[in-house]
């Protein structure tokens, strides 16, 4: 997900350098939800990971 996030922000890099700040704006978007999501993601699976298995 993080991978993504930063190939997104690539491409926003890369369109702002050319000028196309419609698409630069959409792909900095895009790529603030994926970090976000895959922030949210690790560190619930990292509390969900110190769980005692279930009984």
């Avoid at 993080?2 to 890369?14: G, H, R, T």
């Avoid at 704006?25 to 279930?54: D, Q, S, T």
């Amino acid at each position: 997900m993080l991978n993504l996030a930063v190939v997104f922000l690539v491409i926003a890099i890369i369109a702002g350098i050319l000028g196309v700040t419609g698409v630069m704006n959409v792909a900095i978007e895009i790529a603030w939800i994926l970090f976000v999501v895959g922030l949210i993601l690790a560190v619930v699976f990292w509390v969900m990971g110190r769980r005692p298995p279930p009984v």
